[in-house]
C-alpha cells in the first residue's frame, strides 16, 4: 500500500488504468424533465455572484492543489527512489531526508512546466495570428488549401515537440534524478552531467527509450484490462448509491443549490480517488519494475549509482597473530 501511494503521487502509474471511462455516477436517460425542473428549481433561486464566486475559489484552489501536487511528486520521486535502492518503502526517512532534493526537483518541473506552456502558445498562437493577418481565419472557405496544409504541418511540428518533452520528462527521473540524489546537485547540473553520455551512446539511450515505450503499452494493456474490471466491480454499487441518494433527496424535496453541488463534488472526489487508489494497488508491480530498469540501466553508466546498488562487500577483520610457543 506504501509502495502504491509513493507510485501514484510520484507519477509512476501505467496510463492504461488512467484512461478507462467511468460511467457509474451517470444516471439512465430518461424521456421526462423531472431531473431537469428538480435542477432549475435550485438554480433559479439561487444568486449568480455565488456561483461566480464559487468558480473563483475553485480556479484559486485548483492551482494551489496542482502546486501542491507537483512538490508532493518531486519529493515521491525521491521517495521511489529510496525504496527502489534499498528494498524497503520507507516514506516518512526519505521524505525527511530528501527535502533538498525535493525542492530542487520541484523548482525545475514548474519551470519546465512554465516553459512548456509558453512555448505551446507561441507554437499556437504564432500561426493564428498569422492566419488571421492574412485573413484566412475571416474567410476560411476560401482559402482551405493554405488552411488544411498549415493544419498539417502545424500537426507534425506540435507532435514533435510532445515527443521532445516526453523525452525530456523521462530523461530526467530516470537519469537526472538520481544524480541529484547521490551527488546533492540541481537539475541544471545533472543535464550538463548527461549530455555527454547521451552524445557518446546515442545508440543505447535511444534503445532504452525504445525498449521502455514497448514496455509500457504491453504493462498498459495488461493493467488496463485487469483495472477495467476492477472499476466495474466498485463502479456498480457506488453508482447504485448515488443513484439511491438521488431519488430520496428528490422524494425529500432536497434541490441542487450552492450547499448540495459542493456535497456532490467532494463525493465524486472521494470516490474517484479512491478507484485511483485501487487501481495504483494493482499496478505496483509496474510501479515497482520500470524504476527498477532505469536504475540498473544508468547503473552500468553512472559510478556513483552503481557503488550504491553494489555496495562493496565489508573488509574481512583482521587476523590475529597466532601466540609464541616457548
Known sequence: MRLALVGLVAGELPSGGCNTGFHGFQPPPSTSSTTQSFVEIGLRHTNPALYAAMIAV?????????????????MMRFVLFDSILREQCEIRRSWSARQGEGWRLFLWQLLFTLGVLVSL????????????????????????????????????????????????????????VPQMALENIGAIEGWRRLFPQLKSEKGGYAGYIGMKIVMALAASLVLGIISAIVI??????????????????????????????????????????????????????AIVFFPAYSIYFFAARYPALSNALYPPPPAPPPIADAPAVW
Open 58 to 74: 475553485l480556479i484559486v484552489a485548483g492551482v494551489v492543489f496542482w502546486i501542491l501536487l507537483l512538490y508532493a511528486n518531486s
Open 121 to 176: 502558445t507561441i507554437l499556437i498562437g504564432v500561426p493564428a495570428a498569422f492566419g488571421l493577418a492574412m485573413g484566412w481565419l475571416k474567410e476560411p472557405k476560401q482559402h482551405l488549401a493554405p488552411l488544411i496544409l498549415g493544419g498539417i504541418v502545424l500537426f507534425f511540428v506540435a507532435l514533435a515537440f510532445f515527443v521532445v518533452v516526453a523525452v525530456i520528462h523521462v530523461m530526467t527521473k530516470d537519469f537526472v
Open 232 to 285: 466495474l466491480i466498485i463502479a456498480i454499487p457506488i453508482g447504485g448509491f448515488g443513484v439511491l441518494a438521488v431519488i430520496l433527496g428528490k422524494s425529500g424535496g432536497m434541490v441542487w443549490n450552492a450547499y448540495t453541488i459542493t456535497l456532490a463534488v467532494l463525493v465524486g472526489v472521494v470516490a474517484v480517488a479512491f478507484i485511483v487508489f485501487v487501481i495504483s494497488l494493482v499496478s505496483v508491480p
